[in-house]
């Protein structure tokens, strides 16, 4: 399995393409439907490129990394070949009509074109429709990362939603406490000491073992007080309905 | 300002108690209403203690670090000193009525008794009722940390909530992808690099310019499967709400 088609020319094909390529294997081809995308994608991996689904060349691989919608309409076009697509949310069976080999193979992580990133630490979910093709994808898998997990689609479907809530959700409450300072002239990079120290708290804990704050304490004087202080309805409501979730969670 | 007496055997006496001592201010008295606590950490300090607010020696400054409920009673038997509390919530004028020299010295930071942290990273919020006093209070703040910040009580409800937001709830998000997890296998820690991406990307961004995810995608196909997927009602809920409150901060 040493020679790789690409088709996508996103975040994640950019990432796994040159991660492939410095791990020796041969991109032969990348395929976008822009064909400006697939060559400077082609340009970067040193490569071919087409925007026509029917001049693919043959390749022991094809990596499917493109939107989640589009999958279903690239897969119509592609000929049978060993295949795996890099979505979280699509299930492996979206290939089963057609194809003898195939899987999935999944970074956990949010890609940005323009942000390097170090792809060894990141974790790939591999899930194959035969044990000698899921050992072949997780063999590829461990040439680029340390952090190699099996993992069925159902498994990858609620690992999906588990980070929407510790990466997307997160990340919302820093922007409703940015929100909240920058109307009060206080930089939120106050705030970063505190993030990271939840953070580390994590290497050696649950997350549930380290929540403080005023719904763990059960402090209803502070949460009414403030309730009472946010101007902002929506956020108001946000924080009540969490600082409830809370409290039952810690019953 | 040199002689220093610590009202509160907690998290935060202790850990200002053992780097003012570091940074050689002299700790008179330990104060705690429990005299098992209050020897314990007047031990680590290697100084006296009471459990008798009418036996407090007479020092250049008192630093209250008792439960917020629990200052104004404390105040009520102290008798006039320079004197400041260290919480995010209490408002300056708490002292008003009996004190000439007041102000708050609040560490923001979640402290726990029992791990080490570095003092000198940890912001420091401070307030006088004077600029002398002000003046002062900065002055020794600076010697403990190198991020010490003016902020007036209304500021800090404000940093206090936005705190709520960026810390409690965030580490919530946690436990809620945790307890999604652990009914289907998988180790929390397959989360970490891209939490910790997450965080690295609030260095040099605003948490809105950096937020993806279905919501920020506004890709209601995908919510709404997560929405079917999830089966317990509580956190259905919530992952509509933030959902819905994401695709609205983001419009």
């Known amino acids: 399995m040493k020679n790789i088609i690409l088709l996508g020319s996103g975040n994640v094909a950019t990432h796994l393409g040159i991660a492939l390529k410095n791990s020796n294997f041969a ?3 990348v395929y976008s439907k822009s064909i400006k995308n697939a060559k400077a994608l082609a340009k970067k991996l040193d490569t071919h490129f087409t925007n026509d689904l029917t001049k693919l060349k043959s390749a022991d691989l094809i990596i499917v990394s493109v939107n989640d919608d589009a999958i279903s309409s690239v897969l119509s076009q592609v000929k049978n070949t060993a295949i795996v697509h890099t979505s979280g949310s699509v299930r492996l069976n979206v290939f089963k009509e057609k194809f003898s080999n195939y899987g999935v ?16 630490d990141i974790p790939f979910c591999i899930e194959g429709n035969s044990l ?15 952090n190699v997990v099996k993992m069925n689609s159902q498994q990858r479907k609620k690992l999906h ?3 929407v809530f510790a990466c997307n959700f997160s990340n919302h409450m820093y922007s409703l406490a940015d929100e909240l300072l920058e109307k ?24 549930k073992e380290v929540q403080t704050g005023p719904a763990k304490r059960n402090d209803k ?14 956020i108001r409501e946000l924080y009540q309905k969490i600082s409830a979730n809370i409290m039952k969670f810690h019953e």
């Open 27 to 29: 991109i032969l081809q």
């Open 105 to 120: 193979f999944y970074p956990l992580q949010t890609f940005n074109k323009e942000v390097d990133l170090n792809i060894s």
């Open 132 to 146: 000698e093709f899921e050992n072949q994808l997780i063999k590829i898998a461990k040439t680029l990362s340390n």
């Open 161 to 163: 939603i588990a980070a």
């Open 184 to 207: 009060n002239d206080i930089d939120f990079k106050i705030l970063l000491p505190l993030i990271k120290n939840t953070i580390t708290n994590l290497e050696k804990n649950k997350p």
């Open 221 to 234: 004087d502070i949460i009414q007080e403030h309730i009472d202080t946010i101007k902002e309805k929506e």
